[in-house]
């Protein structure tokens, strides 16, 4: 069976196909518990799902609906420094795709190159900058999922992006626009790669992300992102960067984020 088999099956007479996905990433899984008529299935109950063991993500499937649109949750994400294969990464936003979702909001906690986006503010993406050293088509292509070479230009779709400025002003919530450059983690990175991440053109920075960013291009989804600032980067102030640290500024961030994920998601419906 795969993944879209088992999720079909336990969802029974009431399967409703999802028109939006959303990825909640660390800190920010809170929004999957107002999902309606939800069926919840564990990523290790799921067939090719990669199992995640970092704190504040909760590693499982939620489908159902929120604020009256169909939609599949994932709430949590595994990351490349956690060992799993880059291509592992693609098998949950297939799944969405192949559940029948025409859209994709990922979200991320990021630490901030940007002054003016401080911790706990929220950044919709514009752009990224693949430094993981990893892309997720690598190997063989399949044609019947999306094409051999697949162009990112349009990776950061206007509409949507358009819809969750519209949705945080109707939230009274300042959201930042800016450019995510990724890097495969786990070490926090240094004062001097941030500055040269500066000079690259990034406003913000994670572990995350850019893999579903490609994977749900080359499927064919249409995708829109937004990095939930926990943090000055590295250099740029006084804190000392944790996890946990991590952990609580995304907190402060979660609330605005479900507010503004809730009013754009009911735009879909």
């Known amino acids: 069976m795969t993944a879209v088999d088992v999720i079909r099956e336990a969802a029974g007479d009431g399967f409703v196909a999802p028109r939006l996905g959303l990825v909640l990433g660390s800190g920010l899984g809170g929004l999957a518990d107002a999902v309606q008529d939800a069926t919840?299935?564990?990523?290790?109950?799921?067939?090719?799902?990669p199992v995640g063991s970092v704190a504040g993500h909760a590693g499982r499937l939620v489908l159902g609906?929120?604020?009256?649109?169909?939609?599949v949750v994932l709430q949590g994400r595994a990351h490349l420094y956690e060992g799993i294969p880059v291509s592992d990464l693609a098998v949950p936003v297939r799944t969405v795709r192949a559940l029948g979702a025409e859209s994709?909001?990922?979200?991320n906690?990021?630490?901030?190159?940007?002054?003016?986006?401080?911790?706990?503010?929220?950044?919709?993406?514009?752009?990224?900058?693949?430094?993981?050293?990893?892309?997720?088509?690598?190997?063989?292509?399949?044609?019947?999922?999306?094409?051999?070479?697949?162009?990112?230009?349009?990776?950061?779709?206007?509409?949507?992006?358009?819809?969750?400025?519209?949705?945080?002003?109707?939230?009274?919530?300042?959201?930042h626009e800016g450019v995510?450059?990724?890097?495969?983690?786990?070490?926090?990175?240094?004062?001097?790669?941030?500055?040269?991440?500066?000079?690259?053109?990034?406003?913000?920075?994670?572990?995350?992300?850019?893999?579903?960013?490609?994977?749900?291009?080359?499927?064919?989804?249409?995708?829109?992102?937004?990095?939930?600032?926990t943090n000055l980067a590295e250099g740029m102030g006084t804190e000392k960067l944790s996890h946990?640290?991590?952990?609580?500024?995304?907190?402060?961030?979660?609330?605005k984020l479900q507010r503004v994920l809730r009013r754009f998601v009911e735009a879909q419906a």
């Open 40 to 49: 919840a299935i564990p990523y290790k109950d799921l067939p090719g799902f």
């Open 65 to 71: 609906t929120l604020e009256g649109t169909p939609v």
């Open 109 to 175: 906690a990021a630490g901030s190159l940007n002054p003016e986006a401080g911790p706990g503010s929220l950044m919709a993406l514009t752009d990224h900058i693949n430094l993981m050293g990893a892309n997720p088509l690598t190997g063989p292509n399949d044609d019947a999922l999306g094409p051999r070479f697949v162009p990112l230009g349009d990776a950061y779709d206007l509409e949507l992006r358009a819809g969750l400025r519209a949705a945080a002003e109707g939230e009274d919530v300042e959201l």
């Open 244 to 255: 946990e640290h991590t952990l609580q500024n995304a907190a402060v961030a979660a609330e």
């Open 104 to 107: 994709i909001v990922l979200t």
């Open 180 to 229: 995510y450059l990724a890097v495969s983690g786990p070490s926090f990175e240094t004062p001097a790669e941030i500055r040269a991440f500066k000079t690259l053109g990034a406003d913000a920075v994670g572990m995350s992300t850019v893999p579903e960013v490609i994977v749900a291009r080359h499927c064919g989804l249409r995708v829109a992102a937004v990095s939930a600032i």
